[in-house]
């Protein structure tokens, strides 16, 4: 199965730019599923700490309709998260696009920082506590959203879940790069899956803190490739039996 990351410039003029990019990359390496970013066909809501109704409103049509799009793309599976107006509460919540098949909706994100440049629970609500996996055929997805990335208990469920892909869509900022990808290197350990993670990106000083690094790690740690700003979308090739034989190996067979 081939897999596509990236670390994408979500700038309001370079949005267009950055998807047409990716659909050429896509294309190129035909790959089968791709990650995009956390909420990453609009500008990043949460760099003020000064929620505006009216924003999010913008935030929600733009992406609904980039995921109109995503046929564009050329692959068979996108998974990413967008911003959702649900009984009048803001979510952020993670989503599965399949060819040819309705969009399916299965995590808001649970875990939200309130800090400088990513003061999400200023902006949105938590959703339910429910970390249940998607399907793409006989793949088995979970998700963890960013910060939820840390609460390794959400890896381990997965590994109990038989996850074959651990997703982390992120908005992460510029200087703690490689301490994310330790923790996407531990997620992949603890969950016996392939952890992916996108990243939004903007140059320093140009727009919000966000300090792209995607990855692709295996379930025994190691990188296999990462998104930069020299190579903003990877493709890798990835076995998704050895993802599942990894959960009857140390450390996923240990009992709590």
């Known amino acids: 199965m081939r897999v596509t990351v990236c670390q994408f410039d979500n700038r309001a003029e370079r949005i267009e ?3 047409s990019s990716l659909a050429n990359h ?25 929620p505006s109704a009216e924003a999010w409103l913008n935030a929600v049509e733009a992406h609904q309709e980039m995921i109109e799009r995503l046929a564009e793309l050329g692959a068979k599976a996108v998974l990413g998260t967008r911003p959702v107006l649900d009984a ?9 696009w399949l060819e040819s098949q309705d969009l399916t909706e299965f995590h808001d994100k649970w875990n939200l920082p309130d800090e400088e440049d990513y003061w999400e629970a200023t902006w949105y609500d938590r959703g339910e506590k429910n970390f249940s996996t998607a399907r793409y055929d006989d793949v ?16 381990r469920s997965y590994a109990k879940q038989r996850s074959h892909l651990l997703c982390v869509p992120r908005a992460t900022p510029h200087g703690s790069t490689e301490k994310w990808l330790a923790g996407g290197r531990a997620a992949a350990v603890v969950s016996g899956a392939y952890c992916l993670s996108s990243n939004l990106y903007n140059p320093k000083g140009e727009g919000d803190n966000l300090g792209g690094l995607g990855w692709v790690i295996d379930p025994e740690g190691n990188v296999l490739a990462t998104a930069t700003p020299e190579d903003p979308f990877v493709t890798v090739e990835i076995d998704i039996d050895f993802a599942e034989k990894s959960k009857k190996t140390y450390p996923r067979y240990v009992a709590d």
């Open 26 to 50: 896509v294309q190129k390496h035909s790959s089968e599923f791709v990650l995009v970013p956390e909420m990453s066909f609009s500008s990043w809501l949460a760099a003020s700490n000064v």
């Open 140 to 155: 088995r997805i979970g998700v963890t959203i960013c910060t939820e990335m840390w609460f390794f208990e959400h890896a």
């Open 88 to 96: 009048g509460r803001r979510r952020n919540r993670a989503y599965l």
């Open 17 to 19: 730019d950055s998807f």
